[in-house]
């Protein structure tokens, strides 16, 4: 059962370790992890001192993954944004998560440029700064200039740190193969999914081509715009584990008191900074996904600039269109058209009730709709739109939350710059716009031809998949396969009781047909042992042999 996690036994004894000190005995006693812990150390919480308790459940398992490191912060962060899959008392622990890392020494940073460009720094760059601008869990940061004059910052790897995330998601595939069925009870439906996506989503933060590549498309995009500005991703000296970036001066955006210096109205600034985020939404579909006032820079001209393009999430253009109207039905007070747009949505929207959820959305709609414009909330309408999402299970695309959360942060920094800010105000032309959009000639001539492929492609295989069909019919080999699912359990039972019955009816025919040996009359040449027959001695141990057999399988059922 172990065989794929030899490697990675010590680090799972320590997480089960650390699970017990947490109070979590239920996780490891109730999987195969008890296995791995003595019987000693799965009390031991209970002797030791209580403080631990003091604290909810949700807050030690924040506990838990702080000290199990930067890749399970790393894996907290990103399920802090799934409010369709985590109740919202652990994502608002998991929103409390920093990966406050130091920097690793600057030789070392070094050493990792110069293998990289396969060269020395200095014929490159003609200044390097050695003191870092910022230190992450994968990187961190240095100025330089090159020789050509631009001046330019140097993402820099951590040395190890592929080997070490490779290393901490195979012990997480691991540790979801052997707490799965805890998990699924506990609400996590597809833990597994979670991983993988997880992977994915490490594997591009690992490359940092991948996000030059996006700093490129969104130069592209807004290469007309004289407001918002991208830095240049510098591709030619940039590997998997060095990224150069044009260095881009400014000051951050909710710096009230230096855009004031500068002449620039924080008002307009917040409202340049808002029209630019919505646009990335609702036009391009494409949008960066952690707008937190450091990431976000203005210059003394007043444009915005954006950086860090670590995070980028996307939309299709159905997604674009249900998102929108999702918002539009509610600004409508049509709960029934909100509804709809969330099962467009959906990427599985098996809604049991549909009228409860239609009057679950008509609750919030009132709710809102009783609030002055001061007083309406993105933070609040994104709270009670997630809880809706993870009552109802719905699966939606994970940008989904992304942009919720991007809302909120945004509305953050706008009410610092602006007086009357209200993000409502600022969606509500885009939602329109959408709508002119979506029933435009264009799009539905779009769809149109795109629905007459499909059934054109349909017609033309129909035919000789029908004919097809009808030749295994006359031959007599078409089978059809019916799958019953949810049987497994009880399959597995019944064979489990039919087993123990045989066992049981052998055992008792042994003890009959002992009982009648005793009754027989055996020639000189059948030996006796005790006074009783020999044959009657080894039907014996064969009853006594099956009974120990029942009784070892009802042991390991209670192990179970």
């Known amino acids: 059962m172990f065989k794929n996690t030899i490697s990675n036994l010590t680090r799972i004894r320590q997480v089960a370790e650390v699970l017990l000190r947490y109070g979590f005995e239920d996780v490891v006693t109730t999987t195969p992890l008890r296995r ?9 919480w209970q002797r030791a001192d209580r403080q631990v308790f003091e604290t909810t459940r949700w807050e030690r398992v924040r506990l838990i993954i702080e000290e199990l490191g930067p890749t399970f912060i790393k894996l907290a962060q990103a399920m802090s944004n799934r409010a369709d899959l985590l109740p919202q008392a652990l994502i608002d622990e998991f929103e409390k998560l920093q990966s406050n890392v130091p920097p690793f020494d600057v030789v070392v940073a070094r050493q990792i440029i110069e293998e990289e460009l396969g060269r020395p720094i200095s014929e490159v760059f ?13 990187g961190q940061v240095h100025r330089a200039r090159l020789l050509t004059g631009e001046e330019v910052v140097i993402k820099v790897q951590r040395p190890g740190v592929r080997d070490k995330v490779r290393s901490d998601l195979a012990l997480l595939h ?3 193969r052997l707490t799965t069925g805890f998990l699924q009870k506990q609400g996590l439906a597809n833990p597994q999914d979670i991983v993988d996506a997880f992977e994915r989503s490490m594997s591009k933060e690992l490359d940092y081509t991948a996000e030059a590549r996006s700093m490129e498309q969104f130069r592209k995009l807004y290469e007309d715009y004289t407001t918002f500005y991208v830095p240049k991703p510098y591709r030619g000296l940039s590997t998997e584990r060095i990224l150069v970036i044009e260095f881009v001066s400014g000051c951050k955006i909710t710096d009230k008191v230096q855009l004031q210096e500068w002449g620039l109205s924080p008002a307009a600034v917040a409202e340049n900074g808002m029209d630019i985020y919505l646009t990335q939404i609702f036009e391009f579909g494409i949008f960066h996904a952690d707008p937190h006032p450091g990431n976000v820079l203005v210059r003394p001209d007043g444009t915005v600039v954006l950086i860090d393009f670590g995070m980028v999430g996307r939309l299709t253009k159905q997604q674009k269109y249900a998102f929108a109207g999702v918002f539009i039905g509610m600004a409508r007070q049509d709960a029934r058209s909100m509804a709809l747009n969330f099962r467009r949505l959906a990427l599985t929207a098996e809604i049991p009730d549909m009228r409860a959820f239609e009057a679950d959305l008509s609750q919030l709609i009132e709710d809102f709709a009783m609030l002055d414009v001061k007083e309406m909330s993105m933070s609040d309408l994104a709270d009670a739109l997630q809880i809706i999402i993870y009552n109802y299970k719905l699966q939606v695309p994970g940008a989904v939350f992304l942009i919720l959360r991007a809302l909120v942060i945004l509305e953050g920094i706008g009410k610092v710059l602006h007086p009357n800010f209200n993000t409502f105000e600022f969606v509500r032309p885009y939602g329109a716009k959408i709508i002119r959009e979506q029933y435009s000639r264009e799009n539905l001539l779009t769809e149109a031809e795109y629905t007459g492929t499909q059934l054109l492609a349909l017609l033309q295989t129909l035919p000789a998949d029908v004919r097809q069909i009808v030749r295994k019919i006359s031959k007599g080999e078409l089978r059809v396969k019916v799958e019953l699912s949810g049987y497994n359990i009880l399959m597995r039972k019944a064979d489990q009781l039919v087993s123990r019955t045989i066992l049981a009816l052998l055992s008792v025919g042994g003890l009959l047909f002992s009982g009648l040996t005793l009754l027989g009359r055996y020639s000189d040449a059948m030996p006796y042992r005790r006074g009783v027959p020999e044959i009657t001695w080894w ?22």
């Open 36 to 44: 791995l812990v003595s019987q000693s150390r799965r009390l031991s």
């Open 539 to 560: 039907s014996l141990g064969a009853t006594g042999f099956l009974l120990i057999i029942l009784l070892l399988l009802g042991t390991g059922r209670r192990e179970k």
């Open 174 to 176: 691991e540790l979801v």
């Open 126 to 138: 003609s200044e390097f700064d050695d003191v870092t601008l910022g230190s992450a869990s994968i």
